[in-house]
C-alpha cells in the first residue's frame, strides 16, 4: 500500500532555507503527479507546487522563484526546497501523490519562520 512521509521540517529564520523530503513506499507506479501543499493555523489548505510524470513543475505565485520541487525516481522520493522564507510561510507542509490509483496524503511536516 502506498504511504507517503514528510520529513525535513522545522524552525528557521527569515532568509533561510529548508529542504522538505517526501518518502513513499509500497507500489508506486510510474505514471502520478506528486504536490506539495501547506496548511496554517486558521487557513484552508493551499497548494504550493506539483510535478507530474514528465518532470513539468508548477507553482503558486507566491512561492514562485523561492521553491523548487523535484523528485528521485529511483529513490522514490520528491523533495521541495525552500529559499528566502518567510514569517507567512509557516505551515505544515504537506505531500500528494495523484494517480489513477487515486490519491494518497502523508501526515505533514511543521515548518516554522520566525527570528
Known amino acids: 500500500q502506498v504511504q507517503l512521509v514528510e520529513s525535513g521540517g522545522g524552525l528557521v529564520q527569515p532568509g533561510g532555507s529548508l529542504r522538505l523530503s517526501c518518502a513513499t513506499s509500497?507500489?508506486?507506479?510510474?505514471?502520478?503527479?506528486m504536490g506539495w501543499y501547506r496548511q496554517a493555523p486558521g487557513k484552508q489548505r493551499e497548494w504550493v507546487a506539483r510535478?507530474?510524470?514528465?518532470?513539468?513543475?508548477y507553482y503558486a505565485d507566491f512561492v514562485k522563484g523561492r521553491f523548487t520541487i523535484s523528485r528521485d525516481n529511483a529513490k522514490n522520493t520528491v523533495y521541495l526546497q525552500m529559499n528566502s522564507l518567510k514569517p507567512e510561510d509557516t505551515a505544515v507542509y504537506y505531500c500528494?501523490?495523484?494517480?489513477?490509483?487515486?490519491?494518497?496524503w502523508g501526515q505533514g511536516t511543521q515548518v516554522t519562520v520566525s527570528s
Open positions: 500528494n501523490k495523484n494517480s489513477v490509483t487515486g490519491i494518497t
Open positions: 509500497g507500489s508506486i507506479g510510474s505514471i502520478y503527479v
Open positions: 510535478i507530474d510524470d514528465s518532470g513539468s513543475t
